[in-house]
Each structure stands twice: as structure tokens, then as C-alpha cells.
């Protein structure tokens, strides 16, 4: 019988399929940031458990982090947090890129690094955006508090069986459209309950030419899509991002890993629930209008009307989006005006991220009244973007070159929008107050935020100069 990459998976992870109840499946990875694993350890300690297996964590403290003077954390619970995870790590003794570690930052950026999550591992973290790890074709669920409790105890994952969606993307992208920007146009599709109960597997041409950076960039919007997990087949492209990296695997066991990484592709005619197509041809640059991430739209379009939407509910949504976000229907999305440029976060603060926005930023000048924030995802990011004189090019162009963290994706750790700033984000959520109380988020590309920083407005970088 045929099977899906995701029923491959799936199959060499189940442990127990009980009568009733979900079944139970073995977890290879667990990942750990300061927000959600607390309580976790603390319920743990009360029922005088132990970690069942340290070696299959990795931790760093990302959410919390100031991206300037990093150690002076002025918020007394961030504050708890950080060093409520550093003892319990110590204590644990697990692998944590602390506070002074050079390799420390955000949490989906530092593992890849190290080469820590291979294809066909079953991996989770206290946190949605886990579903980044989808792009070595390994199983990655974002769990809650409770459930980062239970596996720990146990190595084990309660889990209902997911329904699983094919996303075709074929064809060539348009000149400086993105992964980031695939992933806008398949959520602007879908909808961010389109993958409600599926997990989304990434195939196609315009897939397969992606490097490792954009496959990460894609699955980590899969959860925007309302999907439980995005994959992507591993490949060669996979295999050379992760050969010699600190946990791939080593000697005679590398080949062996990567023949059974061969086998995990779905099967040839292998079923899927659902299959959605879209042409790499028709993917422009993207502009988010709305606070929700489906209120997307291309740079070359206007912010809709509340009566283009036949669903009542949708038209309901622009409604308060339009109201929310201060924009008028009609608008030419390349007329809205901006005041913060942020490029970072666990979507788009890798380096190819940054090499992308300071090409364009080269001998150009934010505009004025626009402040704009760099923050490299992790330190081996800012280090590599240093080297190849990145800093330079924003710093010259006008903006702040900062440490890692979490920064202005969500406003906890002092990186925040003031209440009416409107900002162009490489993040990947626009919900109401997301980057700061009143703040408004446009999600876009790091080489679309780079333009508009210029530009104080949204250009199309097609025809930009
Ligand atoms: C703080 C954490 C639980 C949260 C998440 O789960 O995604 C955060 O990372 C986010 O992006 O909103
Ligand atoms: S960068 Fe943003 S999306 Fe990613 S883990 Fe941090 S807060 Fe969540």
C-alpha cells in the first residue's frame, strides 16, 4: 500500500493505538524556550519525576531577551522566566544556549544550526511555530504546557491521527518573490482554518528549489494555515545543509541515515485528503492589510472592501481589520505608510533573510521618521552577517544592527510598536496588538520590509530603484 511521507512518519513512531483515546507516539526531539516550559518542570518536581531523556533536548532563551543590553531584563516576570529556565536546566542538566552562550537565540533558528532534528523524527516544543522543522521532513507539533510535562516524563505524545493535505507549488518565482511570500499566498488561499486537522506536505518544483532557509520560512507559516504540521520532503538540499553539523549523524552511520531519509518521500499515487495547486508564476511579493494572516494581498493590489467577501463572516473581519488597522477600502496597498521596519523572528531572521534585505538597502537611507530593526535570529547568524559586512549596509542605511531574541514578532521582551505605529514585519502574525498594544503589523518579506524602510511606504520591489 502506498503512503504519504507524513504516514511513514507517523507508522515508525506510534507506540500504542489504544481502542479508544489517541494514540501514543515516541518522540525523538524535544525543543525549550523560558515561556512555556516553567510549569512543566515544576509539575514534574511535585509528582518527584524525572526527565526521561535529557540528551533528546535542546533549550535556549529567546521570547524574553531585550535585543539591546541584553542582560538588563527590566520586566520582573520575563525576568523570573529566564532564570526560572536557567536553573532548571542546570539542574536537568540539559543542553541549554543560555543567556551567555555565543550560539543563543531564537529557539527554531538555533536548532537547525546544530543539526539537531533530522527527517522522520517525531520532534515538539511549547511553542506553534515548531512546525518550522518541517522542512527536514520531520514531524514537528507545537505542544501546550501540559503536554511539555508529559513529554518529558514519558519521551510520548498523545496524538490524534491528522488528515494530510498535499500543497502543489510548480513553476518559477517571480523576480524577489519569496518563500516568505509562497507561504502568504497559500494561507491568502486556504485561509487560516484551511488546514485545520491536516498536516501539510510542501511538494513541487518551486518546493524543491527552495534552500533550506526558505523550506524553514514556509512550514513555519504552516501553522498560520491552522495545519498541525508542515513537511517537506528531504532531499539532497537537506542532506548537505545537515552533513557535519554537531548532532548529524556521523561515520558509517551518515549514509545509513541518509538512505532511510530517501525512503520517507511519499509513495508514488500515494493518497492525500485534500491537495491544493498554486503557480509560482502567480505568487507576487505580499502584503498583509488585515490582522489575521489570510488578509493578505499583492503589492500591485488595493486593501478590499468588506462587501468583496460573499462569506459574511470574512466580510465581517475586513470590516473590523480595515477599522483596526486604520486603512481605507480602495487603498493602493504601495499608498500605506509606515513608521517601524522590523526584519527577524523564526519566519525570515536567517542569513539569506538579511543578505536579501541589505541588497537592496546598499548606499540607501531609511526614510525619514521611519526607524527600522534588524535582528539577526541567532548569534552564528549575526556573526556570519557580520562577516560578510551586512551590519554595515543597515547600520549606514540608518538602522539598528541588534542581538538576537524573539524581539518585535510579539511585544515581550521591550522590542515593541507604540500604540498607532504601523510597521512592515518579516514576522509571521498580525494579530490585534501583537507587536505592541495599538500597533499595526504588515507581514511581509525581509526584502519588501528593506524597501519600505527606504521608500516609507510599501513599493514594489520589481520596479523599486
Ligand atoms: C510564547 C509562545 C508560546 C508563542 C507560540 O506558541 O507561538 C510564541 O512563540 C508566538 O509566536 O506567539
Ligand atoms: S520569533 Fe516570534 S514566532 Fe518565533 S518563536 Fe519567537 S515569538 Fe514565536
Given at each position: 500500500m502506498t503512503r504519504t511521507m507524513y504516514e511513514k512518519i507517523w507508522d515508525a513512531n506510534l507506540v500504542h493505538e489504544p481502542e479508544a483515546g489517541s494514540p501514543l507516539l515516541f518522540v525523538d526531539r524535544h525543543l525549550m524556550h523560558e515561556v512555556t516550559s516553567p510549569q512543566a518542570f515544576e509539575g514534574l518536581r511535585l509528582q518527584n519525576r524525572?526527565?526521561?531523556?535529557?540528551?533528546s533536548i535542546l533549550g535556549t532563551i529567546d521570547h524574553?531577551?531585550?535585543?539591546?543590553?541584553?542582560?538588563?531584563?527590566?520586566d520582573v516576570i520575563a525576568k523570573k522566566q529566564v532564570e526560572t529556565m536557567t536553573a532548571n536546566c542546570e539542574e536537568n542538566e540539559i543542553n541549554l544556549y543560555g543567556m551567555?552562550?555565543?550560539?543563543?537565540?531564537?529557539i527554531h533558528i538555533v536548532v537547525p544550526e546544530h543539526g539537531f532534528v533530522h527527517p522522520g523524527m517525531v520532534v515538539c516544543c511549547g511553542?506553534?511555530?515548531?512546525?518550522?522543522?518541517?522542512?527536514?521532513?520531520a514531524l514537528a507539533f507545537g505542544i501546550g504546557t501540559s503536554e511539555v510535562e508529559h513529554v518529558m516524563a514519558t519521551q510520548t505524545l498523545q496524538q490524534k491521527k491528522a488528515k494530510t493535505m498535499l500543497v502543489k507549488v510548480e513553476g518559477k518565482l517571480p523576480a524577489f518573490s519569496t518563500a516568505k511570500d509562497i507561504a502568504l499566498a497559500i494561507i491568502a488561499k486556504?485561509?487560516?482554518?484551511?488546514?485545520?486537522?491536516y498536516v501539510m506536505e510542501f511538494a513541487g518544483n518551486t518546493i524543491t528549489d527552495l534552500t533550506m532557509e526558505g523550506r524553514m520560512t514556509l512550514c513555519n507559516m504552516a501553522i498560520e494555515a491552522g495545519a498541525r504540521a508542515g513537511l517537506v520532503a528531504p532531499d539532497q538540499v537537506t542532506f548537505d545543509y545537515l552533513?557535519?553539523?554537531?548532532f548529524a549523524p556521523k561515520g558509517d552511520h551518515w549514509p545509513a541515515a541518509v538512505e532511510y531519509w530517501k525512503s520517507l518521500?511519499?509513495?508514488?499515487?500515494a493518497e492525500f485528503d485534500a491537495v491544493i495547486e498554486l503557480k509560482?508564476?502567480?505568487?507576487a511579493p505580499q502584503v498583509s492589510w488585515?490582522?489575521?494572516?489570510?488578509q493578505v494581498i499583492s503589492v500591485t493590489g488595493v486593501v478590499p472592501a468588506?462587501?468583496?467577501?460573499?462569506?459574511e463572516v470574512k466580510s465581517q473581519a475586513c470590516a473590523s481589520a480595515l477599522k483596526y488597522m486604520a486603512l481605507d477600502a480602495g487603498?493602493?496597498?504601495?499608498d500605506i505608510h509606515i513608521d517601524v521596519v522590523f526584519i527577524g523572528s523564526c519566519?525570515?531572521?536567517r542569513i539569506e533573510d538579511f543578505r536579501a534585505a541589505a541588497e537592496l538597502l546598499k548606499g540607501k537611507k531609511v526614510a525619514d521618521g521611519v526607524q527600522a530593526f534588524a535582528v539577526p535570529g541567532s548569534f552564528p547568524v549575526k556573526e556570519q552577517a557580520e562577516k560578510e559586512g551586512l551590519d554595515k549596509i543597515f547600520i549606514d542605511a540608518g538602522w539598528e544592527w541588534r542581538d538576537p531574541g524573539c524581539s518585535m514578532c510579539?511585544?515581550?521582551?521591550?522590542?515593541e510598536l507604540k500604540d498607532g505605529q504601523r510597521s512592515a514585519s518579516t514576522s509571521n502574525r498580525n494579530f490585534?496588538?501583537?507587536?505592541?498594544?495599538g500597533g499595526r503589523t504588515h507581514l511581509v518579506s525581509p526584502a519588501m520590509a528593506a524597501a519600505a524602510s527606504v521608500a516609507g511606504h510599501f513599493v514594489d520591489i520589481r520596479d523599486w530603484k
Open positions: 524525572k526527565v526521561r531523556n535529557v540528551h524574553c531577551v531585550p535585543t539591546k543590553d541584553r542582560f538588563n531584563i527590566v551567555d552562550s555565543n550560539q543563543n537565540g531564537v511553542d506553534s511555530h515548531t512546525a518550522t522543522h518541517g522542512a527536514f521532513g486556504t485561509g487560516t482554518a484551511g488546514g485545520t486537522g552533513e557535519g553539523k554537531e518521500r511519499s509513495d508514488e499515487g509560482a508564476e502567480d505568487i488585515g490582522t489575521s494572516p489570510e468588506p462587501s468583496d467577501f460573499t462569506n487603498q493602493k496597498i504601495t519566519t525570515n531572521g510579539l511585544a515581550m521582551n521591550g522590542d490585534e496588538g501583537r507587536q505592541g498594544k
